[in-house]
């Protein structure tokens, strides 16, 4: 069975910094690139970045540059998103997701996603 | 702020037909770049619905579809079901912002 399983809940002071965990099975963690999303309370979904488990390589939203930093550990299959200078506005539920590229369309698609991590920031 | 505005809510009784627009931009949808869709049942994790502008994973019934033109999108249910009673997010690439971009979200509400 697929999956992504995600690190347990956080809570963190204003200025601290939180890292989160996501470990595939079922498929191999090299050959497809992990995604974050995360969803403040009540709100919608906002893309955070991505890394290639393979490469290493990132892209970043612009609005988390310089404060977000994606790694991975082939030796235990897992990819990390750590998030510095916390602030109240960072509290949300953080989701890993794989992207799949479809062959038959060309378009690529986050088809499998964790089952998410709360990350409360409150001193 | 996203970038790809939906209507928050819409609303049907059972057995109708309703539609969720997503109006994007130049630099998104109008760009060429497809859209995914994705329903998100509250207190869970978002599940895919439509990849690539039209298509359905398998186990995505047909009562879902999608399609786009110029620098929108929409997704139709028709049949509603109450278990349709969820989330739905468009998803797509922004040149502008070189990254993925979801729009604002709609509530479904199966009446």
């Known amino acids: 069975q697929v999956q992504l399983v995600q690190s347990g809940a956080e809570v963190k002071k204003p200025g601290a910094s939180v890292r989160v965990s996501c470990k595939p099975s079922g498929y191999s963690f090299t050959d497809y690139s992990i995604h974050w999303v995360r969803q403040a309370p009540g709100q919608g979904l906002e893309w955070v970045g991505w890394i290639n488990p393979n490469s290493g390589g990132t892209n970043y939203a612009q609005k988390f540059q310089g404060r977000v930093t994606m790694t991975r550990d082939t030796s235990i299959n897992t990819a990390y998103m750590e998030l510095s200078r916390l602030t109240s506005d960072d509290t949300a539920v953080y989701y890993c997701?794989?992207?799949?590229?479809?062959?038959?369309?060309?378009?690529?698609?986050?088809?499998?996603w964790g089952q998410g991590t709360l990350v409360t920031v409150s001193s | 702020q996203s970038v790809m505005t939906q209507p928050p809510s819409v609303s049907g009784a059972p057995g109708q037909r309703v539609t969720i627009s997503c109006t994007g931009s130049g630099s998104n949808i109008g760009a060429g770049y497809d859209v995914n869709w994705y329903q998100q049942v509250p207190g869970t994790a978002p599940q895919l619905l439509i990849y690539g502008n039209t298509n359905r994973p398998s186990g995505v019934p047909d009562r879902f579809s999608g399609s786009k033109s110029a620098t929108s999108a929409s997704l139709a249910i028709t049949g509603l079901q109450a278990e349709d009673e969820a989330d739905y997010y468009c998803?797509?690439?922004?040149?502008?912002?070189?990254?993925?971009?979801f729009g604002t979200g709609t509530r479904v509400t199966v009446l």
């Open positions: 998803q797509s690439y922004d040149s502008g912002l070189s990254g993925f971009v």
């Open positions: 997701a794989r992207i799949l590229f479809y062959y038959d369309t060309g378009s690529d698609a986050l088809d499998i």
